[in-house]
Structure formats: structure tokens, C-alpha cells
């Protein structure tokens, strides 16, 4: 009803500058209670304008979503649009000047975020004026610069606050202003106010007739006259507030109060008073509430969560008491925005660095329902955290890889855990790393000890197996078969011990050598035995000569095979032997000679006598020599 019972004009002109770039883009929607205007002008004179149409289309998009005059809804509005300028997909960064008025149709308030003016005229005269957000500005409220010099002063485009600001992002929100009828409003870009005199405007607003359209015309009219040869693209808006709403019934509904009240106008009085203690104590609460509100923001902007989440329960505690569910959802919203930062934070104080990521992460999603607030601060400490944690990664990995006695890619790892600390000032984590560092050298200097303790016992047990197989060697040159193969089983065992395989394996061929000798040996052994034992037959059956014979061949064998005893014994047994050979043959001399004697005897006597008869008797036994002794 109120739009339909008030009466808003407005009409604009947007134009382009001499090379066809408008920058430039102002937008407006008259709904039944609230009405919006936006102008905006592009900085950095993008050719599409993309940034001041995305920013007049986007705040006029959040203020159709959810119209409202209060303070927060304007600041909401330009934050969208800032969000909105920083995240656009450009290859160049978006930046705009913009000014928002909203008005219930009875009042009006602004927003705004750089050099975009407003001007509202009342019976031709200035009732308000905007102030840029700009260096010259500042020196024009500081008395050291001149109102009518700011339009050509040098700063008067360095600004300090405007859309696609990635921080520190704070535009000024006015208080209310009461319209009266027939108040005039302008909006317009730097393009414009840059070569237009406040006093051509003033005049042109003093002269001006109910249609907005006239104005504009006349405005634009002026400014080409004028002919700058420096104009850019401008916009330029004129609203007319030609019948501001009124309630109808107002002065009825007064009357009739009025009539009523004065029957009860004594009893209502001490009421009346509660109600004014309770209404400016509701108004304290509210402004309270308000001021609470504003200030968990800021806080949170200046990223000093302490103060904001006091701020913020205060303002909470408020909204709750006075039903405001406005303020209640948004510092229920930043109060869990602010939880999970301040967890985040004590976490990361803590050490416990997987707990404050979860915790950064949860604000980083809760910050997306409290307008984005604290988004460089959750980002900073995620990255951070992620920074602790790889080095943690890196010390962990280090330990695995120390506990495998690989102390070179452990050192590795140590190393880049503390240039990595160092390099984001991370004192705990860099001083893990250089304890972790001295724990390493220590392990391995331990290691190296006992590594070369190990050598040097190996190498003692390697000089006394060498020792026993050197022996047995020498063993074996004398042809101690036996002794040599004991050294050589005593070495084998040593090397075993060793793991020294070489050394297993030439004993083992060694000892094989052995073996393969003493069965030489052993069947030569049985060779002589057998020897020795013809021998011992033929001498018991009288024929030395064979038994000599078999003992020579038992001797030469016994020689062969070194047995000096039994080498000795046969020697003894051929002295036995050549002894009864000797006297065997002796007697057969001697029998000989007897029996030719006695032969030549019995010839003589034969020749001298006769014949004697045939003897009868026997002829006596030649004794021989004592049998040898058995061998063997």
C-alpha cells in the first residue's frame, strides 16, 4: 500500500565516452514497501563495464531476496556485491564505486563504497550530500583542501573503500533521513560530477517541475555544453519524491485517540510512564543489541575472535530478549563461525594440529552462513595448519625410515622438517625436527660402534680360524693327514660362524683331499697287510726267499706310506730272514761238503777193500735256522 500511495519519479541517462566504453550501470526497483537505486561506476575503465553492471545486478538481486532499511541489510547488500566483483571469472580484477539508496517511502537511508555521489535537494537547497570514501575528501574534512577544489584535486580517485576490496572491505551506512514532498534526490558517477559545478546542480533542482525526466535532460545539456575534453563515460539519476506515504487515517485514528484517552488520561499516566521507562529501556536494549551486532562484525573484520564472540553473545542474549529473529539468525550464525575459529586456534596452540584443521575446516563451511565473514583469516590458518602438519609428516616418516637404519633419507626427511619450520617461523615444529636430527646422529654413531665393535670381533674370530686352518695346512705339508683334517674340522666350524663361504668352501675341499688320501692310504695299508701276510706264510713254510720277497714289497708300501713302526718291524723281519737264509745256506754248504767228503772216503775205500755190505743205518737231519717272527 505504500507504494501505491506515494509518488516516486525517476528517470536517468547512462552514456558512454568517446570511445564507446561506458563503464557506468544504474539500476532500480520500487517494491510495495521498500524501493532501491543503485549507480555504479567502474574504476580501472573496463571496456564491457562488466563490474559496475554485476554490481548494480547484484545488489539489486539481494535487495529484492530480503528488502530492508536497517543498517546490516544495506551492509549485506554491497558485501554480496564485493563477494560477487571478487569472484568473477575476468581476466583483469573487477572494481566499482557504488552508492545504494533505500527508502520505505517515508524515509531514506544510503550505502556506499567509493566515489559514487548522492545529492537530496529540498526547496532548491542541499539537505544532503554523500562524502567519497577518498584521500582528497579526507583532506576537504581535515580543513586542508577546499570543497570547490576536490572535483579536480589528484587524489580524488584514490580511494580507501569500493567493491573488490579483498580486505578490509568497511562502506559507510548513513542514518535514516525523513522525505517531505517534492524532495529531490541525485545519483551520479565521478564522469559526471567531475565537470558539473554543485551550484549548476543546485539551480538546476531549484527550477525543476515534477518530472524528473526534465531535469535529467537539462543536466545532460549543461555538462555537454560545457564541452570537456576529458569527459568519460557518466550516469545520472534524478528521483523525485513528489508525495511522500501517509497514513489516511492518521488524523482520524488521532482523534478518536484522543476522545478515548481522556476519561483515562490519569490512570494511563502512571502507565504511560512504565511504558516510556520500558519502551526507552527496550530502545537501550535494542541500540545495544545493534551496537553488539555491528561490533561482532568488526571484530571479526580485525580478526580478534576474543572480542567478537563476547560481542556477539551480548548481541545474541538481546536479539533472543527482544525477538528480534533477524539478529538472532545472524549472530547465531557468526557465534558458530566464531566457535569454531577460537577451537581452531586453541587447537593449533595446543599441537594438535589434525584437530585444529577439522576445526578451521567446520569455520571455513560456517563462514559461508555468516556472509563470508573471516574467510582470509580461516584460509590463513588452514594453510598454516597444513604447513605444521607436513612437518609432523615429514618427522613421522623420518622415525620409519631411522627405525630401518636408513639414516641418510631419514636425515632427508629431518631436514626439510626444519627449513620447512623455519621457513614459516614454526619454533616447536623446527625444534622437533633438530631434536629429531640429534636423536639420528646419536642412533647412528651408536650403530657405527657397535658395527665396528662387530668388525673387529669378526675379524679377531677370522684370525684364529685362520690361525686352525694355517695349522692344518702345515699339518698337511708334513703328511699329518689325521691332525691336519681335526684343524681343518675346527676352522670349518669357525668360518660357519663367520658366514665366510670362501673359507667353507676350501675347507670343505681340503677336507674332501683328506678323505680322498687317507683312502689311498688305507687301501695301501691293506696292500703291504696283505704282503705281510704272505710273507708270514711262505717264511712259516720254510721258503725264505718268497717270504723276503713279500716283505720287500710290504717295506716299499710302509715307505710309501710314511708308517715308520711298521716300516721298522718288517726291516727287522727281513734281518730275521736274511739271518736263516744265510744259515740255511751255510748248512747246505756244509752238508754238501760232508756228503762229497764222505763220498771221496767211500771211493778210497772202495778202491782199497772190499766191498763191505750195505749199511742200514740213517743218514742224520742238517738242523736249520729259528723261524722269524710274525708281522703284522
Known amino acids: 500500500m505504500r507504494k501505491q500511495n506515494s509518488t516516486f519519479k525517476t528517470a536517468f541517462t547512462s552514456e558512454a565516452d568517446k570511445n564507446l566504453k561506458n563503464t557506468d550501470s544504474f ?73 545504494v539508496v533505500v527508502s520505505d517511502y517515508v524515509k531514506l537511508r544510503y550505502g556506499q563504497a567509493g ?20 584521500l582528497s575528501m579526507d583532506l576537504v574534512k ?67 517541475s ?46 478518536r485517540a484522543i476522545m478515548i484517552a481522556i476519561p483515562i488520561l490519569l490512570v494511563l499516566v502512571v502507565v504511560a510512564i512504565v511504558l516510556i521507562v520500558l519502551y526507552n529501556n527496550r530502545q537501550k536494549q535494542i541500540a545495544s543489541m545493534e551496537q553488539n551486532y555491528y561490533d561482532t562484525i568488526e571484530y571479526i573484520q580485525e580478526d580478534n ?17 527482544l525477538g528480534d529473529e533477524e539478529i538472532r539468525s545472524d549472530t547465531d550464525n557468526y557465534l558458530k563461525l566464531i566457535e569454531s575459529v577460537i577451537a581452531g586456534d586453541d587447537a593449533l596452540t595446543n599441537g594438535e594440529y589434525s584437530d585444529a584443521q577439522r576445526y578451521f575446516l567446520n569455520a571455513q563451511n560456517r563462514s559461508r552462513y555468516a556472509d563470508n565473514l573471516g574467510q582470509d583469516y580461516i584460509s590463513d590458518r588452514l594453510a598454516q595448519t597444513s604447513q605444521y602438519i607436513s612437518v609432523y609428516e615429514m618427522i613421522s616418516l623420518g622415525d620409519t625410515l631411522a627405525q630401518g637404519m636408513q639414516y641418510e633419507a631419514a636425515e632427508e626427511q629431518y ?27 646419536a642412533d647412528q654413531a651408536e650403530q657405527e660402534a657397535q658395527e665396528a665393535e662387530a668388525a673387529q670381533e669378526t675379524a679377531t674370530a677370522q684370525a ?86 713279500y716283505y720287500l714289497l710290504a717295506r716299499d708300501v710302509y715307505a710309501q706310506l710314511g708308517d715308520d713302526a711298521k716300516l721298522s718291524e718288517v726291516t727287522r723281519r727281513l734281518e730275521v730272514i736274511e739271518m736263516g737264509i744265510s744259515e740255511q745256506e751255510a748248512a747246505e754248504r756244509e752238508a754238501a761238503e760232508r756228503e762229497a767228503a764222505e763220498r771221496e772216503e767211500a771211493e778210497q775205500a772202495a778202491e782199497t777193500a772190499t766191498p763191505a755190505p750195505e749199511s742200514t743205518a740213517p743218514i742224520p737231519e742238517t738242523s736249520g735256522s729259528p723261524a722269524p717272527e710274525a708281522v703284522g
Open 27 to 99: 539500476g532500480y526497483v520500487e517494491l510495495d514497501k521498500y524501493a532501491c537505486y543503485v549507480v555504479a561506476d567502474g574504476i580501472d575503465d573496463q571496456v564491457d563495464g562488466t563490474a559496475a553492471k554485476l554490481a548494480v545486478d547484484t545488489i539489486i538481486s539481494a535487495f529484492t531476496e530480503a528488502p530492508s532499511m536497517r543498517k546490516g541489510a544495506i551492509r549485506r547488500y554491497l558485501r554480496a556485491a564485493n563477494r560477487a566483483l571478487l569472484a568473477a571469472d575476468s581476466k583483469m580484477r573487477l572494481k566499482a564505486s557504488v552508492i
Open 415 to 441: 631436514l626439510a622438517a626444519r627449513a620447512l619450520a623455519a621457513q614459516i617461523y614454526f619454533d616447536t615444529g623446527r625444534d622437533d625436527a633438530i631434536a629429531a636430527l640429534e636423536q639420528l646422529y
Open 142 to 208: 581535515e580543513e586542508k583542501l577546499e570543497p570547490d577544489k576536490l572535483t579536480k584535486h589528484q587524489e580524488r580517485h584514490n580511494l580507501y573503500c569500493y567493491l573488490g576490496q579483498d580486505k578490509d572491505f568497511r562502506p559507510y551506512i548513513s542514518k535514516k533521513f525523513k522525505l517531505s514532498d517534492s524532495d529531490a534526490a541525485a545519483l551520479m558517477t565521478r564522469g559526471l560530477w567531475e565537470h558539473m559545478d554543485d551550484g549548476i546542480l543546485k539551480d538546476a533542482f531549484a527550477d525543476a
Open 210 to 255: 515534477d518530472e524528473p525526466q526534465e531535469t535529467v535532460d537539462a543536466v545532460e545539456d549543461l555538462l555537454l555544453s560545457a564541452q570537456p575534453e576529458d569527459l568519460g563515460s557518466y550516469t545520472f539519476a534524478a528521483i523525485f519524491f513528489n508525495k511522500v506515504y501517509t497514513d489516511p487515517n492518521r488524523k482520524r485514528k488521532i482523534k
Open 464 to 549: 684364529a680360524a685362520a690361525s686352525v686352518a694355517a695349522e692344518g695346512d702345515a699339518a698337511f705339508a708334513e703328511g699329518d693327514y689325521e691332525r691336519a683334517r681335526t684343524f681343518y674340522t675346527t676352522a670349518l666350524q669357525q668360518y660357519t660362524e663367520l658366514e665366510d663361504q670362501a673359507q667353507i668352501d676350501a675347507l670343505t675341499t681340503k677336507l674332501a683331499s683328506i678323505a680322498a688320501i687317507q683312502a689311498d692310504q688305507a687301501a695301501l695299508a691293506a696292500e703291504a697287510q696283505s704282503y705281510a701276510s704272505q710273507a708270514e706264510a711262505q717264511y712259516s713254510e720254510g721258503n725264505f726267499v718268497q717270504a723276503k720277497k
Open 305 to 321: 575472535y576474543i572480542r567478537a564472540q563476547e560481542k556477539c553473545q551480548e548481541a545474541l542474549s538481546l536479539a533472543e530478549d
Open 115 to 134: 566515489n559514487a555521489r548522492l545529492r537530496l535537494y529540498r526547496d532548491g537547497f542541499l539537505r544532503l550530500q554523500s562524502k567519497d570514501q577518498s
